[in-house]
C-alpha cells in the first residue's frame, strides 16, 4: 500500500453512513461549520449527492452547499460548500427517505465505507472520518463484504490487513479503549487472552503519545507522567482469586507484554493494573489520575464514555495503516431528516482526524 503523503491541509474523506440516518446532514453540517470557522482542513464526502442536497434543505442549507466532484483532486479545490463523490448509482426514492434503512440503502454504505477507505489508503486523502451504519441493514443487503459485518472496527481492520485493531474513544474527560469489541458478554472470560490486553494497552500508550505530541509543551509537560490503567474484568479486581482468576492469568500478563513492547520502541509511558474497574475510571474522570483507561470488553467502555462524554467522544480504530475517526453516536432515525440532530459529535471526529493525520506516523503498526 503506497504511504499517505502528508498534506499542509488534510484532506479528510467522510463515509457518510446509513442513507436513513444522521450521517449525511450530521457530516454535512460539521463540514460546512468546520469551513465557516476556518478549520485548518478540508472535507470531501462520499455517498450520494441527491441524499446530501436533501439533507441540506432539512438543516437550512443550500443545494449549492452540495458541490458534487469527479476526484479528489477536484475536492481540494473547492473553496466554498461539501465536495460529495458519487459512488455507485444514485439511490431510489425510497432509500432517500428518513428512517429505517432499505437494502439498496444497506449495500450503500458499505460502498461508501469502501471507496473513502481505499482514497485514504492510496494516499490521495489523509484521514477516514465515518458516519453511524446500520450493522444489520448492512448484512440483509447481501452486498459482497457484507456477510458477518459486526462494525467498523473489523471490517477496516480486515479490508486494510491489519493484524491487530483496537477500537477507542477519545475526548478531553475519558480516553478508553477496550481489549475486545462486540462480543457476547457470556463469551467475554474464555475469549480473552493476554495478547488482547497487551495489544490494547500498548497501542492505547501510543494513542497519548501521539495526542501529546500535538499540545502546546506546557499541557505536555503537565500531563506526560502519567500512566495508563489497565482495568480488571472482576469486581475488585478479583478480590486475589476469590472473584476470578483473570486478572492474575490473563490481564497481567497481557500488561508484562505491552510494557516490554513499549520499551522496545523506547516509549516510557507506564501501565498500572489491574484496577479495580469503578475505581479507575473515577479517579481518571475525576481526578486526572491517569492519560486513560484500558477496558476489558465493550460496555465497561462505552458506559462510562457515554455518560461522562456523550456527543464529544470521538471513536478511533487504532493498529490501523490509515488514521479513522467517527462519531460515538448511532444512526438516530428518530431524528433523521428533521434537521434537529447535533453536529457536535461529527465536528470532534473531524478535528481529532485532522490532528491525528498531522502525527499519524506515531500511529503506524508496526511489523507483528
Same mark, same amino acid.
Given at each position: 500500500?503506497?504511504?499517505p503523503?502528508?498534506?499542509p491541509?488534510?484532506?479528510?474523506a467522510?463515509?457518510l453512513?446509513?442513507?436513513?440516518?444522521?450521517g449525511a446532514?450530521?457530516?454535512?453540517r460539521?463540514?460546512?461549520?468546520?469551513? #465557516? &470557522?476556518?478549520?485548518?482542513?478540508?472535507?470531501v464526502a462520499?455517498? &450520494?449527492v441527491a441524499?446530501l442536497?436533501?439533507?441540506a434543505?432539512a438543516?437550512g442549507?443550500?443545494?449549492a452547499?452540495?458541490?458534487e466532484?469527479?476526484?479528489?483532486?477536484?475536492a481540494r479545490?473547492?473553496?466554498h460548500?461539501l465536495?460529495?463523490?458519487q459512488?455507485?448509482?444514485?439511490?431510489?426514492?425510497?432509500?432517500?427517505?428518513?428512517?429505517?434503512?432499505?437494502?439498496? %440503502?444497506?449495500a450503500?454504505?458499505?460502498a461508501?465505507?469502501?471507496?473513502?477507505c481505499? %482514497?485514504?489508503a *492510496?494516499?490521495?486523502?489523509?484521514a477516514l472520518?465515518?458516519?453511524?451504519?446500520?450493522k444489520?441493514a448492512?448484512v440483509?443487503?447481501?452486498?459482497?463484504g457484507s456477510?458477518?459485518?459486526l462494525?467498523?472496527?473489523e471490517?477496516?481492520?480486515a479490508r486494510?490487513?491489519?493484524y491487530?485493531?483496537?477500537?477507542a474513544?477519545?475526548?478531553d474527560a475519558?480516553?478508553i479503549t477496550?481489549?475486545t469489541t462486540?462480543?457476547?458478554i457470556? &463469551?467475554?472470560?474464555?475469549r480473552?487472552r493476554a495478547h488482547?490486553v497487551a *495489544?490494547a494497552?500498548?497501542?492505547t500508550? #501510543?494513542l497519548i503519545d501521539?495526542?501529546?505530541a500535538r499540545?502546546?509543551?506546557d499541557a505536555q509537560?503537565a500531563?506526560r507522567s502519567?500512566?495508563?490503567a489497565?482495568l %480488571?474484568?472482576?469486581?475488585?479486581?478479583?478480590?486475589g482469586?476469590?472473584l476470578?482468576?483473570?486478572?492474575?492469568?490473563?490481564i497481567t500478563?497481557?500488561i508484562?507484554d505491552a #510494557?516490554? #513492547?513499549?520499551?522496545a520502541?523506547g516509549?516510557?509511558r507506564?501501565?498500572?493494573g489491574p484496577l479495580p474497574?469503578?475505581s479507575a475510571?473515577?479517579r481518571?474522570?475525576?481526578e *486526572?489520575?491517569?492519560?486513560?483507561c484500558?477496558?476489558?470488553y465493550h &460496555?465497561?467502555a462505552?458506559?462510562?464514555?457515554?455518560?461522562v462524554?456523550?456527543?464529544d467522544a470521538?471513536n478511533v480504530?487504532?493498529?490501523?495503516?490509515i488514521?479513522?475517526t467517527?462519531?460515538?453516536?448511532?444512526?438516530a432515525?428518530d431524528?433523521?431528516g428533521?434537521g434537529?440532530?447535533?453536529?457536535?459529535g461529527m465536528?470532534?471526529a473531524l478535528?481529532l482526524?485532522?490532528?491525528?493525520?498531522?502525527?499519524?506516523a506515531?500511529?503506524?503498526?508496526l511489523a507483528?
Amino acid at each position: 500500500m503506497k504511504e499517505p503523503a502528508e498534506s499542509p491541509t488534510p484532506l479528510l474523506a467522510v463515509s457518510l453512513g446509513c442513507p436513513g440516518g444522521i450521517g449525511a446532514e450530521v457530516s454535512l453540517r460539521a463540514a460546512l461549520d468546520a469551513q #465557516r &470557522d476556518g478549520a485548518p482542513y478540508r472535507v470531501v464526502a462520499f455517498g &450520494d449527492v441527491a441524499l446530501l442536497r436533501a439533507r441540506a434543505a432539512a438543516i437550512g442549507a443550500s443545494a449549492a452547499d452540495v458541490v458534487e466532484v469527479r476526484s479528489l483532486e477536484e475536492a481540494r479545490g473547492v473553496s466554498h460548500g461539501l465536495p460529495v463523490v458519487q459512488v455507485g448509482l444514485p439511490l431510489g426514492e425510497a432509500s432517500l427517505r428518513p428512517g429505517a434503512p432499505t437494502r439498496e %440503502a444497506g449495500a450503500a454504505q458499505l460502498a461508501w465505507i469502501d471507496a473513502a477507505c481505499d %482514497a485514504v489508503a *492510496r494516499g490521495e486523502a489523509d484521514a477516514l472520518v465515518t458516519a453511524p451504519v446500520s450493522k444489520h441493514a448492512i448484512v440483509e443487503s447481501g452486498a459482497p463484504g457484507s456477510v458477518g459485518f459486526l462494525g467498523h472496527t473489523e471490517y477496516l481492520g480486515a479490508r486494510l490487513g491489519g493484524y491487530e485493531t483496537i477500537m477507542a474513544f477519545v475526548a478531553d474527560a475519558l480516553t478508553i479503549t477496550l481489549a475486545t469489541t462486540h462480543l457476547s458478554i457470556a &463469551d467475554v472470560p474464555s475469549r480473552l487472552r493476554a495478547h488482547d490486553v497487551a *495489544r490494547a494497552a500498548f497501542w492505547t500508550a #501510543r494513542l497519548i503519545d501521539a495526542l501529546q505530541a500535538r499540545e502546546p509543551s506546557d499541557a505536555q509537560d503537565a500531563r506526560r507522567s502519567l500512566a495508563v490503567a489497565v482495568l %480488571a474484568l472482576n469486581p475488585h479486581a478479583g478480590e486475589g482469586g476469590l472473584l476470578g482468576l483473570e486478572e492474575q492469568t490473563t490481564i497481567t500478563p497481557g500488561i508484562a507484554d505491552a #510494557r516490554a #513492547r513499549l520499551h522496545a520502541i523506547g516509549s516510557t509511558r507506564a501501565l498500572v493494573g489491574p484496577l479495580p474497574a469503578e475505581s479507575a475510571i473515577r479517579r481518571c474522570v475525576r481526578e *486526572r489520575a491517569f492519560a486513560a483507561c484500558v477496558a476489558m470488553y465493550h &460496555d465497561q467502555a462505552t458506559i462510562p464514555s457515554k455518560l461522562v462524554a456523550f456527543g464529544d467522544a470521538v471513536n478511533v480504530t487504532l493498529g490501523l495503516p490509515i488514521v479513522r475517526t467517527s462519531v460515538d453516536h448511532g444512526t438516530a432515525y428518530d431524528l433523521a431528516g428533521k434537521g434537529v440532530a447535533d453536529a457536535r459529535g461529527m465536528r470532534s471526529a473531524l478535528d481529532l482526524g485532522a490532528k491525528l493525520a498531522r502525527g499519524k506516523a506515531l500511529l503506524q503498526p508496526l511489523a507483528p
